[in-house]
């Protein structure tokens, strides 16, 4: 204590206006901890560091995020391990206050590694999982050519990258409740000239049961408010990137009623870019949980049910056939599968040639996702 007390007070003497927020865990601080700190100390306009914001603490060592507090790399870590607490908290304030998420930090032998949150089989959602994962690494011939395949002209075979992201599918236990899913994510790929390449993507969408246009209609809402922060031009053409992106081909119908979708975004400063970033990862709280209050105490019907679970099959049809970023987690050495396959639910259903009655809420919920329609 003796330690922490004169630590403590060689930081805060050394700049009253530049304090650190540090949690310290265990009782023995290394020489070079207290370098790092008596360093960061004297470097302006120093970041806070509290990882009580955080689920677990960053993959990046602590001296590594002071010392690079304005690389991007370190902007975004941070930024998605903050929404993931805040999506985390609030969906515990909806759940069983005895179910909490199980947090997971793991590793990656090849470099980073990720924090996985997980709630099971719990009174308000039978699954929520709110991935972060941190890697970096060499980014091997099928990445790199699941990225040209996006457009990116990236020279090289094999080379040095980093990824940052968060990514989150929340299956409710009422089928009145939506699922929702959202991803935002940054990318560094140094090419074979020493170029750096840097980009962002990400959005944020809404797969309901049954089909409340109120409820459609403030999801979209809040996330046009996020983008209109930025361009107004980016709803409109994020929304229609989302309902073209998110089509099963070979069931000829979307995955939900859409929300938000965007890729190899770098057309602004890099600062711009994280900006807009930032506000649409805020914009899925307020979006989101409005929806689970109001309905996760609805009566439902074993048929309502068995809707739900016909309509999960092809929430993991997408997943496995068509989504890009489990292609590239399966592709990237040291994949970790069950980070990349936490978005699939512990339950769902497939019969054969099923199609609803007509004049049905479920058959009205297809004729949308067959038709995408502007919402507001």
């Not at 496995?320 to 396959?341: H, M, N, Q, W």
């Not at 809420?361 to 067959?370: D, G, I, M, S, Y």
Request: glycine letters at 8%; a neutral charge.
């Amino acid at each position: 204590m003796r330690t922490l007390r004169t630590l403590s007070t060689l930081v805060t003497c050394t700049g009253r206006s530049r304090q650190i927020l540090l949690r310290f865990t265990g009782i023995g601080l290394g020489a070079a901890t207290l370098v790092s700190v008596v360093t960061a100390a004297n470097v302006p306009n120093t970041m806070y560091y509290d990882v009580s914001q955080f689920m677990a603490e960053p993959l990046t060592p602590q001296a590594t995020l002071l010392k690079d507090k304005d690389d991007m790399k370190v902007k975004m870590e941070l930024l998605i391990m903050k929404i993931q607490h805040d999506f985390c908290r609030a969906l515990e304030n909806e759940e069983d206050p005895r179910k909490k998420f199980e947090v997971d930090r793991w590793t990656r032998s090849e470099g980073g590694g990720g924090v996985t949150c997980v709630i099971q089989n719990g009174k308000t959602f039978e699954k929520a999982g709110v991935n972060v994962s941190v890697v970096h690494g060499m980014l091997p011939v099928e990445a790199v050519r699941q990225m040209k395949a996006r457009g990116k002209d990236i020279v090289g075979k094999e080379l040095p990258f980093f990824a940052a992201g968060i990514s989150s599918v929340i299956h409710p236990s009422n089928p009145h409740v939506p699922t929702v899913h959202f991803n935002y994510r940054y990318f560094e790929v140094t090419q074979e000239n020493g170029e750096k390449m840097w980009w962002f993507g990400g959005g944020t969408d809404l797969t309901p049961y049954y089909l409340v246009e109120e409820d459609v209609k403030h999801f979209h809402t809040t996330l046009k408010k996020a983008c209109d922060t930025h361009d107004a031009g980016y709803y409109p053409r994020f929304k229609k990137w989302c309902d073209d992106y998110f089509l099963v081909n070979h069931r000829n119908e979307r995955r939900g009623v859409g929300g938000i979708f965007f890729d190899d975004f770098d057309a602004l400063s890099q600062e711009e870019c994280f900006k807009f970033v930032k506000s649409c990862a805020e914009s899925v709280v307020p979006s989101y949980v409005p929806l689970v209050k109001k309905h996760k105490d609805d009566h439902f019907t074993s048929a309502e049910r068995d809707w739900q679970l016909l309509r999960r099959g092809r929430y993991v049809e997408f997943n496995l056939v068509y989504d890009r970023g489990t292609k590239f987690g399966l592709y990237t050495p040291g994949a970790r599968i069950e980070s990349i396959l936490m978005s699939l639910p512990v339950y769902a259903k497939w019969e054969y040639m099923h199609s609803p009655s007509t004049g049905t809420p479920e058959a009205k919920l297809t004729e949308v996702l067959k038709n995408p329609k502007d919402w507001i």
